[in-house]
């Protein structure tokens, strides 16, 4: 077979296309596949302005190139002057669009596929070092397929959702990212986390398919804003506080009792040395050293070990098989820590007092867990999803290219999408 035909059946050119010549360029070391099209082309194209199917021959652009996969480690490109037709019936002319051409002017399908591949398992830099393409390239090639996909996105089936804030960079820049709890895929990133979010989020229902009252369920933390946001856009939504969310509010509580504890008393803060992330761990997670440290803390009366005892305490309830049962638990928890409070004349205890008095507020949003069996599992990978995408857009800080990373990773999008 000679190389030509070769070429013309790899590159999947069917009849209206064929491979004129293949040529070794020295100086670049490449390949350069020239591509010309044959009389059959026109018998399947149709005027681009007023779709007559009767199209004929005008004359050729200039040559133009595409680079495609590499041929043996050599980089390779496309090259072809386009032909250009014109309408028999409204006379306008109009240059034929290249089957193989990419979302991105200058690459071919082929070469997007794989450097997509490639942007999925490594950081976008790493992808163009690879590939010999500047990451700019490979960003905007990225960004024309994430945002051609998620257009087409149909939200038509989603009922539960869930939402959560990421945090852009250490302190402040906040997203708000919604979730298809069905679906595990993320729906919406957005700038910001007070109750506006939700309006972009209702409106973007509304452009895929899906409608604001058609959500059941969603599942969020328990910031006054986004409470707010969801009764004024979803009004059929039942607020469910997930177990994720209440249980690190608690955390946090028991790290401001250390903090506290650790400040006020010169023997508690050297017991406590060292001890940040024992409190934030479930005992089974402890390393060894964390667990002799354990030990060696064990009979020492500090505050922090019975705000820790509270907090294993507070999950332990989460096992309860009824939401009636888990509302006594609950409410006991609640008493229970809001007297031990009381009678603690240091004051230490009032980080956990006050996530009592959170947790008995959102109760009944809490308790929806039982009641809905509404999996959140989702949105607590959420915060090491958006750590991954935060690697994979390294050097590349504005929210839309962390947003069309989420979308690429975690959007389940049909891409490549051409
Ligand atoms: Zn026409």
């Known amino acids: 077979?000679?190389?030509?035909?070769?070429?013309?059946?790899?590159?999947?050119?069917?009849?209206a296309w064929r491979v004129k010549a293949v040529d070794y360029v020295e100086p670049q070391r490449k390949v350069v596949i020239r591509v010309e099209e044959?009389?059959?082309?026109?018998?399947?194209?149709?005027?681009?302005?007023?779709?007559?199917?009767?199209?004929?021959?005008?004359?050729?652009?200039?040559?133009?190139?595409?680079?495609?996969?590499?041929?043996?480690q050599l980089e390779s490109e496309i090259a072809c002057a386009l032909p250009r037709g014109q309408c028999r019936k409204c006379r306008q002319v109009f240059t034929v669009r290249a089957p193989w051409e990419g979302r991105s002017r200058g690459l071919s399908q082929e070469f997007e596929a794989f450097a997509l591949i490639l942007m999925r398992e490594m950081p976008v830099k790493k992808a163009g070092e690879i590939l010999g393409e500047t990451d700019h390239k490979?960003?905007?090639?990225?960004?024309?397929?994430?945002?051609?996909?998620?257009?087409?996105?149909?939200?038509?089936?989603?009922?539960?959702?869930?939402?959560d804030e990421m945090n852009r960079r250490k302190?402040?820049?906040?997203?708000?990212?919604?979730?298809?709890?069905?679906?595990?895929?993320?729906?919406?990133?957005?700038?910001?986390?007070?109750?506006?979010?939700?309006?972009?989020?209702?409106?973007?229902?509304?452009?895929?398919?899906?409608?604001?009252?058609?959500?059941?369920?969603?599942?969020?933390?328990?910031?006054?804003?986004?409470?707010k946001g969801v009764k004024e856009n979803l009004g059929n939504a039942t607020i469910v506080f997930d177990k994720f969310h209440v249980v690190s509010q608690v955390v946090e509580a028991v790290e401001a009792v250390r903090r506290n504890e650790a400040r006020q008393d010169a023997q508690a803060r050297e017991q406590l040395a060292k001890t940040c992330w024992l409190w934030r761990k479930n005992p089974e997670g402890w390393t060894d050293r964390e667990a002799r440290r354990w030990e060696q803390l064990e009979g020492k009366p500090l505050v922090t070990g019975l705000a820790y005892a509270m907090r294993l305490e507070l999950q332990r309830a989460y096992t309860a098989p009824t939401a009636a049962?888990?509302?006594?638990?609950?409410?006991?928890?609640?008493?229970?820590?809001?007297?031990?409070?009381?009678?603690?004349?240091?004051g230490l205890l009032e980080p956990m007092r006050k996530a009592a008095q959170m947790v008995e507020r959102h109760l009944e949003g809490i308790l929806a867990h039982w009641k809905q069996g509404l999996t959140t599992a989702?949105?607590?990978?959420?915060?090491?999803?958006?750590?991954?995408t935060k690697r994979k857009a390294r050097g590349y800080r504005s929210s839309e290219y962390q947003i069309a990373m989420l979308y690429f990773v975690a959007g389940k999008l049909e891409i490549p999408h051409y």
């Open 325 to 346: 049962q888990a509302r006594r638990r609950f409410q006991e928890w609640c008493q229970w820590v809001q007297t031990e409070a009381r009678d603690l004349a240091s």
């Open 1 to 15: 077979m000679i190389p030509e035909k070769l070429f013309q059946q790899l590159l999947v050119l069917g009849d």
């Open 378 to 388: 989702f949105l607590e990978g959420l915060n090491s999803l958006f750590s991954a």
């Open 138 to 163: 490979l960003w905007r090639m990225l960004f024309a397929h994430v945002d051609a996909a998620w257009a087409e996105l149909s939200w038509e089936d989603v009922v539960w959702v869930g939402a």
């Open 171 to 227: 302190g402040h820049n906040y997203l708000t990212v919604f979730v298809d709890l069905e679906a595990k895929r993320v729906l919406l990133a957005v700038e910001g986390k007070d109750a506006t979010v939700w309006e972009r989020f209702a409106a973007e229902l509304g452009r895929h398919n899906g409608h604001p009252k058609a959500i059941t369920q969603v599942a969020i933390d328990m910031s006054p804003a986004y409470i």
């Open 38 to 72: 044959t009389p059959q082309l026109w018998a399947s194209q149709t005027c681009p302005h007023c779709e007559a199917a009767s199209v004929a021959g005008y004359d050729r652009a200039p040559e133009r190139s595409w680079r495609h996969l590499n041929v043996c």
